[in-house]
C-alpha cells in the first residue's frame, strides 16, 4: 500500500496546521469527483492505511442511478461493500476560491487484495506509466478542451426542460478579443484561479460558436495532465455557478454546430536524458529491415522522416487499438452526435502529417522543434474522462511499440485534404463505430486490443456501463419524437 515517512508526515502536519478541514475526492468512470470534507485529525490518521469509500461509485452511473447489469466491483449481492481509499499526497493543492481548503485526489484499492482496483482511473493510468518507467521512459501530455457557456443555473435548467439555453455570448467568434470582455471577470478567474489552483493553461480563447471557449493545458506528465484536466472542468464548473453561468463539456450541445473536442497530445520521453523518443534524431537512424520494409510514402510524404521508428510504432499501435478504445474516448451516447463527415471532427482509423481530418495529427519540424515532436489524438470529445483516456492511449501505443507494428494506413495528404473539401474525394479509410453500442461491443469482443491492454477485469466491467448507458437511451422517449410524431402520425 502506502508507506509515509516521519519526514512526510512532519511536512504535511506543519503545512496543515491552521486547518481543520481537508476535502478529498476520487475519480469515477464518467470522470466525475467523488468526495468529501473531512476533519483533519481523521485525514492524518489514513495516510497510509486509507479509509473505506462506498464502491457505489463505482457501481452507478453520473445520475447515481444503480446499472441494471450486477457488476463485479459493486453489486446488491455484496452489499454495495466499501472500497480503500487512498489520499494521493503529491496532488496536494489548495482551491483558492473555497477559502483554500486543502484538497487531495484519492486513489482506490480493493479491500481484501490491497492492490489498485482494476477499475480505479488513476489506478489504470498508474499500471500503465509504471510499464514505461519499466523502460526508463515516461510520457508527456497535453489536453485541450473546447466548451460551451450559457446564461444558466441547474435551476433555470431544469424549469426549461434542459432545452434552448440561453448562450453567454453571440455568434460565431473564433479568438476574439471583443466577446470575453463581456464577461471579463469569469474570463480571466477560469485562467487565475486554475493557476492558483495548480492547473496550469497555456492558452485561452474564444473558440468558433456562440459561447465557445477553448483551453489548452500545459504540456506535462500524462498522470499530471490527466489530474489537472479532470480538475480543470471542475474548476470552470465551480466558478461558472457562482456568477449564473453553467459550462458544458458536452461532445456537441447543438445538432447545427460544430461539436467540443477534447484533443491529447503526446509524446515519450527517456527519463535519464529528457530527450524526446518521437523525434527522429533521439532515436537514431532506422535498421536495414526497416528501411527494407518502407511504403512508398515514407520517402515522398513531407514530415514522416522527422518521426523516429518509436514514434511510428507508437502511431501504428494507436491505430490499431482504436476501434477497440473507441468508447473510452467517445463514452457518452451525444459522443458520436459530434463524429459526423463535414464537421472538423475524425471519422475514420486516420492520420496524416499536420492533418485535422484525420484521428492522429502528428505535429514535428518545421512547425515546431525536433523537441517538440508529437502526435495529437483528434478523437475524444470534451465529454472524456481523461485518465482512462490517457491511458487507453498510452497503452495502444507502447502496444505497438512492444510489436514493432507498421502503421497500417497511408497518411493523409494535403492534397488529399482538399480534394475532400472540394468534394473530389473522400476517405476510403475504415469508418470508426458510430454508436456507443458498437463501441462497446468491439471493446468487449474476445481478443481485442484493449483486453490486452487495459486487462479483462476493467474492460468487462467498464464495456458494461457504457452498454448500460445505450440501453438508457434505446427506451427514452426524445423531444424530437414528440415534435415529429405527436400530431401527423
Given at each position: 500500500?502506502?508507506t509515509?515517512?516521519?519526514?512526510?508526515?512532519?511536512?504535511?502536519?506543519?503545512?496543515?496546521?491552521?486547518?481543520?478541514?481537508?476535502?478529498v475526492a476520487?475519480?469515477?468512470?464518467d470522470?466525475?469527483?467523488?468526495?468529501?470534507?473531512m476533519?483533519?485529525?481523521?485525514?492524518?490518521?489514513?495516510?497510509?492505511?486509507g479509509f473505506?469509500?462506498c464502491?457505489?461509485?463505482f457501481?452507478?452511473?453520473?445520475?447515481d442511478k444503480?446499472?441494471?447489469?450486477?457488476l463485479s466491483?459493486?453489486?446488491?449481492?455484496?452489499g454495495?461493500?466499501d472500497i480503500?481509499?487512498?489520499?494521493d499526497?503529491?496532488?496536494?493543492?489548495?482551491i483558492?476560491?473555497?477559502?483554500?481548503i486543502?484538497?487531495f485526489?484519492?486513489?482506490?484499492?480493493?479491500?481484501?487484495?490491497r492492490?489498485?482496483?482494476?477499475?480505479?482511473p488513476?489506478?489504470?493510468l498508474?499500471?500503465?506509466?509504471?510499464e514505461?518507467?519499466?523502460?526508463g521512459?515516461?510520457?508527456m501530455?497535453?489536453?485541450e478542451?473546447?466548451?460551451f457557456?450559457?446564461?444558466?443555473?441547474?435551476?433555470?435548467?431544469?424549469?426549461k426542460g434542459?432545452?434552448?439555453?440561453?448562450?453567454?455570448t453571440?455568434?460565431m467568434?473564433?479568438?476574439?478579443l471583443?466577446?470575453p470582455?463581456?464577461?471579463q471577470d469569469?474570463?480571466?478567474?477560469?485562467?487565475?484561479?486554475c493557476t492558483?489552483f495548480?492547473?496550469?493553461?497555456?492558452?485561452?480563447?474564444t473558440?468558433t460558436?456562440?459561447?465557445?471557449?477553448?483551453?489548452?493545458?500545459?504540456?506535462?506528465?500524462?498522470?499530471k495532465?490527466?489530474?489537472m484536466?479532470?480538475?480543470?472542468?471542475l474548476?470552470?464548473?465551480?466558478?461558472?455557478?457562482q456568477r449564473?453561468?453553467?459550462p458544458?463539456?458536452?461532445?456537441?450541445?447543438?445538432?447545427d454546430?460544430p461539436g467540443?473536442s477534447?484533443h491529447?497530445?503526446?509524446?515519450?520521453r527517456?527519463i535519464a536524458?529528457?530527450a524526446?523518443?518521437f523525434?527522429?534524431?533521439?532515436?537514431?537512424?532506422?535498421t536495414n529491415?526497416?528501411?527494407?520494409?518502407?511504403?512508398?510514402?515514407?520517402?515522398?510524404v513531407?514530415?514522416?522522416?522527422?518521426?523516429?521508428p518509436?514514434?511510428?510504432?507508437f502511431v501504428a499501435?494507436?491505430?490499431?487499438?482504436l476501434p477497440s478504445?473507441?468508447?473510452?474516448?467517445?463514452?457518452?451516447?451525444?459522443?458520436y452526435?459530434r463524429?459526423?463527415?463535414?464537421?472538423?471532427a475524425?471519422v475514420?482509423i486516420?492520420?496524416?502529417i499536420?492533418?485535422?481530418?484525420s484521428?492522429?495529427?502528428v505535429?514535428?519540424?518545421?512547425?515546431?522543434d525536433p523537441k517538440g515532436?508529437r502526435?495529437e489524438?483528434?478523437?475524444?470529445g470534451?465529454?472524456?474522462?481523461?485518465?482512462?483516456a490517457?491511458a487507453?492511449?498510452?497503452?495502444?501505443g507502447?502496444?505497438?511499440i512492444k510489436?514493432?507494428l507498421?502503421i497500417p494506413?497511408?497518411?493523409?495528404?494535403?492534397?488529399l485534404?482538399?480534394?475532400i473539401?472540394?468534394?473530389?474525394?473522400?476517405?476510403?479509410a475504415?469508418r470508426?463505430?458510430?454508436?456507443l453500442k458498437d463501441?462497446?461491443?468491439?471493446?468487449?469482443?474476445?481478443?481485442?486490443?484493449?483486453?490486452?491492454?487495459?486487462?479483462?477485469?476493467?474492460?468487462?466491467?467498464?464495456?458494461?456501463?457504457?452498454l448500460?448507458?445505450y440501453?438508457?437511451?434505446?427506451?427514452?422517449?426524445?423531444?424530437?419524437?414528440?415534435?415529429?410524431?405527436f400530431?401527423?402520425?
Amino acid at each position: 500500500m502506502i508507506t509515509i515517512s516521519k519526514a512526510q508526515l512532519d511536512e504535511l502536519t506543519l503545512e496543515l496546521q491552521d486547518d481543520n478541514r481537508v476535502k478529498v475526492a476520487g475519480v469515477d468512470l464518467d470522470g466525475i469527483l467523488r468526495g468529501k470534507i473531512m476533519a483533519k485529525s481523521k485525514f492524518l490518521s489514513i495516510l497510509e492505511s486509507g479509509f473505506g469509500f462506498c464502491s457505489v461509485v463505482f457501481g452507478w452511473d453520473m445520475h447515481d442511478k444503480t446499472y441494471e447489469e450486477e457488476l463485479s466491483v459493486s453489486n446488491a449481492a455484496n452489499g454495495y461493500r466499501d472500497i480503500i481509499a487512498i489520499p494521493d499526497l503529491s496532488t496536494f493543492r489548495r482551491i483558492p476560491w473555497e477559502n483554500k481548503i486543502p484538497f487531495f485526489l484519492l486513489s482506490f484499492y480493493d479491500p481484501e487484495t490491497r492492490q489498485p482496483l482494476a477499475v480505479c482511473p488513476r489506478g489504470l493510468l498508474k499500471r500503465v506509466t509504471d510499464e514505461l518507467a519499466s523502460l526508463g521512459w515516461e510520457a508527456m501530455c497535453g489536453a485541450e478542451f473546447e466548451f460551451f457557456n450559457f446564461k444558466e443555473t441547474p435551476d433555470t435548467l431544469a424549469a426549461k426542460g434542459h432545452t434552448n439555453p440561453e448562450a453567454l455570448t453571440p455568434g460565431m467568434f473564433g479568438y476574439s478579443l471583443l466577446r470575453p470582455a463581456l464577461h471579463q471577470d469569469y474570463f480571466y478567474d477560469i485562467f487565475d484561479q486554475c493557476t492558483s489552483f495548480g492547473v496550469n493553461i497555456e492558452s485561452f480563447h474564444t473558440e468558433t460558436g456562440p459561447g465557445v471557449y477553448e483551453a489548452a493545458l500545459a504540456y506535462d506528465s500524462a498522470t499530471k495532465m490527466a489530474d489537472m484536466a479532470n480538475l480543470f472542468k471542475l474548476s470552470v464548473k465551480q466558478l461558472g455557478l457562482q456568477r449564473g453561468i453553467m459550462p458544458t463539456f458536452m461532445a456537441k450541445p447543438y445538432g447545427d454546430q460544430p461539436g467540443c473536442s477534447g484533443h491529447l497530445h503526446f509524446s515519450i520521453r527517456d527519463i535519464a536524458t529528457k530527450a524526446n523518443l518521437f523525434a527522429a534524431s533521439s532515436s537514431g537512424n532506422t535498421t536495414n529491415a526497416d528501411q527494407q520494409d518502407q511504403e512508398d510514402w515514407e520517402s515522398t510524404v513531407e514530415g514522416v522522416k522527422h518521426m523516429s521508428p518509436l514514434m511510428k510504432h507508437f502511431v501504428a499501435g494507436l491505430l490499431t487499438a482504436l476501434p477497440s478504445i473507441m468508447c473510452i474516448l467517445a463514452p457518452n451516447i451525444n459522443s458520436y452526435k459530434r463524429l459526423v463527415e463535414n464537421y472538423w471532427a475524425p471519422v475514420t482509423i486516420s492520420w496524416g502529417i499536420e492533418s485535422r481530418v484525420s484521428a492522429i495529427r502528428v505535429i514535428g519540424p518545421p512547425i515546431c522543434d525536433p523537441k517538440g515532436t508529437r502526435l495529437e489524438m483528434r478523437v475524444g470529445g470534451a465529454d472524456i474522462n481523461a485518465h482512462l483516456a490517457i491511458a487507453a492511449c498510452i497503452a495502444s501505443g507502447l502496444y505497438g511499440i512492444k510489436k514493432k507494428l507498421a502503421i497500417p494506413v497511408a497518411p493523409t495528404t494535403i492534397e488529399l485534404e482538399e480534394q475532400i473539401a472540394s468534394g473530389k474525394a473522400e476517405f476510403r479509410a475504415e469508418r470508426l463505430p458510430k454508436s456507443l453500442k458498437d463501441s462497446a461491443l468491439k471493446m468487449l469482443k474476445k481478443g481485442s486490443v484493449a483486453r490486452e491492454v487495459l486487462g479483462d477485469a476493467f474492460v468487462e466491467h467498464y464495456a458494461a456501463t457504457r452498454l448500460n448507458e445505450y440501453r438508457l437511451w434505446e427506451t427514452a422517449v426524445t423531444s424530437w419524437e414528440t415534435k415529429r410524431y405527436f400530431e401527423l402520425v
